[in-house]
């Protein structure tokens, strides 16, 4: 169990770092969930893994679950799911008013305003 | 237990949630709140910093939960320190987005402001590594909202490569707190710093990795060489009040790398010994380096501010990295300074392009400046300031800094380090005053002998509105607080270096919050009605752990 876990979150990480270097808003946010995907099972793992283990205490039973992970991992996920959805409404505005939707900034120089507008024409 | 301690918290994220819900189409009423608010906020975290510096610790259990269990807020010369210096640069920042009417270009100014200044409180007051991680997103999402504020192209686009920034940042401070979690089976910062000092040096590789996770994660927020890339283009594009606030938020991430630095892994526990010296510092200077380089190529002037920034928390890493009480103490004294002088650089760079019209911030000789004495003085002083030359805050805090590095191994480089890249930001400086307020004079000029005085003169008029009184006072206001920090350079260094002392004088603080007494788990075993459930709680409790 332990090694399809920890596989499991290596080669979530490593697919979300792939996605995210690809510099387009859409992989990158699905790169972004993918991160975010692993750090929660990894949050969850961190209290050890234990099956058929309740985490609440119980009569009649001595093993049992750490609670204080899946707490964590609660708020984890609630508060990457917010930012997820912030993202992606912050990646939109920036697609529609920049006409693209690349993540890294054009080149700013001095007497050129209207760098969208280069980038724009670079990247198309 | 003082309840006190939470307000700082709670006032700012109850006007908030009250200014979105009741004066969402009241600007005037929106502002009035936010300005009584952070008064107020002002008021309350002098009363804290006075209340703590008598070197008393404060711990307010939320829920009255005891300590390893429950959250804890604390408040001590470190924390209280950093609240009232998040109030003071607050109040000015707000009276200027007020007076230049940043806050009604689009919706929510005033509650995302309350929510960031909440979000920052919290993060300076709470005793719990997650929810430090909780309060770090809270800091976050109104950050987000506020970048983006008033909308436009550049904006959102330097806004989704600071929310996406962020948020792996974010994933990775999780990943550090899982691992910290794995080793330790606590994230209370006193306990933590009991179990960490209890594991033995032959079993510390976990720990090790979970030490420099943090480090990463704190170096992103403070935005430390290999990872600043995030910082110039979101300080650059955000609205100028924004920014200004913004210069608080790279403090945080210095203020938990001295937080958990010197109370869960200090500098002589072995089983992290070489973060500092051998990776800290050199990425300090560095980003001192590259910040001050950058100050002298940027093309333009709030670039050259927000790379003045990145200078200024290299500086401040130099001072935290040599991590003696005395490193500590000037890196405290540093980051006072470097919080004003970033937030009025920014302030000034607003004001600057409201007066120039279509040039806006290239840095190229354009039309004049109007309000010109008065804001190009006012920029003079804070270029002083951030420059390090005398007579303002930044030479003295450069002189602590550089006293501290002398017993360093590598107190060589870093003088060196340190001189040099002076230097080279006095030359970035001067170059942009001369273009932006002098070549300015000479175009107005020739283009007045070229052409008709008057029309040109209509020009300057048109294109140059005077910086409006409030601007001008909440510029005067921060360039005031610089000042203080200069002259009563006495009494703060005194106090930053009890600061210090305090911090590393680490027994204290843990014995204070794991001592306070409040409601402990216990299993009673009423619902189920056995008779010995008690002592069975009590053993199942253990095998939980």
């Known amino acids: ?66 609670p204080l992970p899946q707490a964590l991992v609660l708020t984890a996920i609630v508060i990457s799911f917010g930012m997820t959805a912030v993202v992606v409404v912050v990646a939109l505005g920036s697609w529609l008013s920049c006409d693209d939707d690349l993540v890294d900034a054009p080149d700013v120089r001095p007497g050129q305003p209207d760098a969208t507008a280069t980038a724009r024409g670079e990247s198309s | 237990m003082s309840h006190w301690t939470v307000v700082p918290v709670l006032l700012p994220g109850m006007l908030a949630a009250i200014i979105v819900l009741a004066a969402r189409h009241q600007p005037s009423l929106a502002r009035i709140l936010s300005v009584a608010g952070t008064i107020g906020l002002l008021a309350l975290t002098i009363a804290l910093f006075w209340r703590a510096s008598d070197g008393s610790i404060d711990v307010y259990l939320l829920g009255d939960w005891a300590a390893p269990f429950g959250i804890v807020l604390v408040t001590d010369r470190l924390s209280t320190l950093m609240t009232l210096l998040t109030a003071a640069l607050a109040l000015p920042v707000l009276l200027y987005a007020i007076g230049s009417g940043w806050d009604l270009r689009g919706k929510h100014f005033h509650a995302l402001f309350q929510f960031q200044v909440m979000g920052i409180m919290g993060a300076f007051l709470t005793g719990d590594v ?53 080793e330790t089976g606590t994230l209370n910062m006193a306990d933590l710093a009991q179990r960490v000092a209890a594991i033995d040096a032959g079993s510390s590789a976990g720990i090790r990795v979970a030490a420099v996770l943090l480090l990463l994660v704190f170096a992103v927020k403070a935005a430390v060489l290999p990872l600043h890339f995030w910082l110039p283009a979101s300080y650059s594009e955000a609205p100028a009040p924004v920014a200004a606030l913004f210069a608080i938020m790279t403090k945080v991430g210095a203020y938990c790398i001295i937080r958990i630095y010197t109370l869960i892994f200090p500098p002589d526990l072995a089983v992290t010994q070489g973060l500092f010296d051998t990776w800290l510092l050199p990425a300090a200077l560095l980003s001192l380096a590259v910040g001050m380089i950058g100050v002298l190529g940027a093309g333009r002037i709030d670039r050259l501010v927000a790379f003045a920034a990145i200078g200024s928390m290299g500086m401040l890493m130099t001072a935290l990295a040599i991590f003696t009480p005395q490193g500590i103490a000037a890196a405290l004294y540093y980051a006072m300074h470097s919080t004003l002088a970033t937030a009025v650089l920014f302030l000034l760079v607003d004001a600057v392009q409201v007066g120039r019209g279509r040039a806006g911030t290239d840095l190229q000789a354009g039309s004049p400046v109007s309000g010109g004495p008065l804001t190009a003085g006012m920029f003079f002083l804070a270029a002083i300031a951030m420059c390090g030359l005398p007579p303002l805050s930044g030479f003295i805090g450069k002189l602590l800094v550089l006293d501290a590095a002398r017993g360093s191994d590598l107190a060589v480089i870093s003088w060196a380090v340190i001189l040099l890249t002076s230097l080279v930001a006095i030359v970035g400086f001067a170059r942009a005053g001369s273009q932006v307020f002098w070549k300015s004079h000479q175009i107005a000029a020739k283009q007045a002998d070229a052409f008709e005085t008057e029309a040109d003169e209509a020009n300057i008029s048109d294109g140059a509105p005077n910086p409006g009184p409030l601007m001008a006072v909440s510029i005067g206001m921060l360039l005031a607080m610089i000042v203080a920090l200069t002259i009563f350079a006495g009494p703060v260094t005194t106090t930053v270096e009890r600061t210090a002392a305090q911090l590393f004088d680490g027994e204290d603080y843990i014995a204070t919050i794991l001592g306070t007494e409040g409601k402990v788990i216990e299993y009673h075993g009423d619902d189920y009605g056995d008779a010995d459930a008690a002592t069975g709680g009590a053993d199942q409790e253990e095998a939980a752990e």
């Open chain 1, 1 to 66: 169990m332990e090694l399809l876990v920890a596989s499991a979150i290596g080669v979530m990480t490593a697919a979300g770092i792939y996605l995210v270097l690809r510099l387009r808003t859409f992989p990158v946010i699905i790169g972004i969930s993918l991160l975010t995907y692993a750090v929660n099972v990894f949050l969850f793992s961190a209290g050890r893994l234990t099956t058929n283990a309740p985490a609440v205490l119980r009569d009649g039973v001595d093993r049992y679950a750490d």
């Open chain 2, 130 to 182: 997650f929810n430090l991680f909780v309060f770090f997103e809270i800091l976050l999402i109104a950050s987000y909202g506020l970048m983006i504020h008033a909308g436009g192209g550049p904006r959102l686009r330097a806004g989704t490569q600071y929310v996406l920034y962020n948020l792996l940042g974010s994933t990775l401070f999780l990943f550090a707190l899982g691992t910290l979690y794995a």
